[in-house]
């Protein structure tokens, strides 16, 4: 074991883990790397950067805090009080890979986080700044480890943060840094929402430009003084951008000047105008040209699995949201969508409020399908008109939703099949990127599937 003893520890060795072994290991720095799994696949990325000799499996133990003086921490991992408190107790360092990127690099930084839009504002901001022929780049929760984005020459680096990459933050210093909204998500993880709005908050404090979503009470809860705002309401001026409704078109503002009309941008629902709202509101924070930026958000592509309309066969719309992984995202994926709606719902439960689903299903859902580990508590908490039917998985629900439109067509309707399902995949599937492929290759595979 004491060969073991070196100062540093990475705790987790999944993308994260891997980028800060990649890191250390081209800085000439001894570390040792601890992960939960009993067994681990020795991948080639992972015999690049860690030797198998420092690699420590199993359960951590408070006891290992004595043999480290630093410990660089992944998201996923939910340490135990007991694990934190030895480490504060014994005046040990405790960071992220977050903290690193934020002491190397000599970018632009731009963070955003929320707790929905937050990859669709990342990759906008992204595909906007490269068609004004910037050096940009997005990393982050997004999928591309922070880290990574050291290795090149960046004017502007886009971190898309999760309150699980903020909890363990000690700073993080930005350009600009955006919250997208708040809205309960991940409690079983931050225990309380007060706490969960707190670390969303952490993005705020070392940032020459802060941005908000005016009309989000939880955001406005904390004290910081904002120079940009985003939000539906008419803006107001030059520092706020907002949705003008004129001869019943909507347009994208910025003060009084109309920048995007609606039929400008290729996105499904209201949220979106909102993402465009965001991103403009960053670009305009960094001093660059807003009509420019307008320009490149006429060719952005909808992100596969967020409201991806993927087959319509004129009477039928089968849409994948499976990245709505939580009540606030399912609200607004029901109300972008007109009548008449299927909804597939279910998953794992990360004990969020179902019953804040009723007032959009009443109003909208013809007819709720619940699958999943959380059906039996999805069934008790959703209060519908037409009592939802539980069925044991997606492909079950693929087929319960073809029978029910099937039923309920009319000729002059269209019917939506929407899987936005307000839970996290993790009962059935290893993400939601999972999940959605699935649920397409359950209804493209279907037979009769266009009835
Ligand atoms: N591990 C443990 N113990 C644990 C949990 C995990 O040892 O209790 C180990 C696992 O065995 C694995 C490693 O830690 O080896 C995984 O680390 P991780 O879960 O932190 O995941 P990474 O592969 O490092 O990916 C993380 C983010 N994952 C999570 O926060 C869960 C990725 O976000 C992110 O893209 C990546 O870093 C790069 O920054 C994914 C995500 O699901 C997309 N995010 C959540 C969300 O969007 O809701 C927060
Ligand atoms: P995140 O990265 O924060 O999870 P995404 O951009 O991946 O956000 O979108 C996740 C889900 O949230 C999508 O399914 C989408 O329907 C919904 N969504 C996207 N933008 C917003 C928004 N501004 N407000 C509310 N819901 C949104």
């Not at 043999?67 to 939910?78: Q, T, Y």
């Not at 309309?309 to 994926?333: E, H, L, P, Q, R």
């Not at 004990?351 to 007819?367: F, R, T, W």
């Not at 939703?401 to 996290?424: R, T, V, W, Y």
Request: glycine share 6%.
């Amino acid at each position: 074991m004491k060969k073991n003893n070196s100062t540093i520890a990475i705790l987790g060795l999944g993308k994260t883990g891997i980028s800060v072994a990649k890191y250390l290991k081209n800085k000439n720095k001894e570390f040792v790397v601890y992960d939960t799994r009993e067994n681990l696949e020795m991948t080639r990325e992972i015999e690049k950067y860690v030797h198998k000799k420092n690699i420590l499996l199993g359960k951590l133990n408070k006891s290992i805090v004595e043999k480290h003086e630093n410990f660089i921490v992944s998201p996923g991992i939910k340490l135990e009080k007991e694990f934190t408190n030895e480490i504060l107790k014994k005046n040990k360092s405790i960071t992220t890979d977050i903290d690193i990127f934020n002491k190397e690099s000599s970018c632009k930084i731009i963070c955003i986080t929320g707790s929905n839009g937050k990859t669709t504002v990342t990759s906008m901001l992204e595909h906007i700044l490269v068609g004004m022929g910037k050096k940009a780049k997005a990393g982050g929760n997004i999928g591309l480890p922070a880290l990574e984005l050291l290795y090149q020459d960046y004017e502007f680096c886009i971190l898309e943060l999760s309150s699980f990459q903020l909890e363990r933050t000690q700073k993080i210093k930005s350009s600009s840094s955006v919250i997208t909204n708040i809205a309960p998500d991940h409690l079983d993880r931050h225990s309380t929402f007060e706490n969960y709005v707190k670390i969303k908050h952490k993005i705020f404090k070392h940032s020459d430009n802060i941005i908000i979503n005016r009309e989000d009470e939880n955001i406005k809860k904390q004290n910081f003084s904002y120079k940009y705002t985003f939000g539906y309401s008419k803006p107001k001026n030059n520092k706020e951008i907002g949705i003008l409704l004129e001869d019943g078109k909507k347009y994208i503002s910025h003060g009084k000047n109309k920048i995007l009309s609606e039929d400008e941008i290729k996105l499904i629902g209201s949220h979106n105008m909102i993402n465009v709202c965001t991103s403009l509101c960053v670009i305009l924070s960094l001093g660059l040209n807003i009509h420019e930026a307008a320009n490149q958000i006429k060719n952005f592509q909808p992100i596969e699995h967020r409201m991806e309309s993927f087959y319509n066969d004129g009477k039928i719309s089968w849409i994948n949201d499976s990245k709505a992984t939580n009540v606030a995202s399912t609200v607004f994926a029901v109300n972008s969508l007109e009548e008449k709606i299927i909804l597939i719902l279910g998953g794992k439960s990360k004990e969020d409020d179902y019953g804040n689903l009723n007032a959009v299903i009443n109003s909208k859902v013809h007819q709720v399908i619940i699958y999943g580990e959380s059906r039996n508590l999805l069934s008790k908490q959703i209060n519908a008109k037409n009592k939802p039917i539980k069925v044991i998985n997606v492909k079950d629900a693929v087929e319960m939703a073809k029978k029910i439109a099937k039923k309920s067509m009319s000729s002059s309707e269209a019917i939506f099949i929407l899987l936005s399902p307000a839970c996290s995949s993790y009962d059935m599937f290893k993400s939601y990127e999972e999940r959605g492929l699935y649920f397409k290759k359950c209804v493209m595979n279907s037979e009769n599937k266009f009835l």
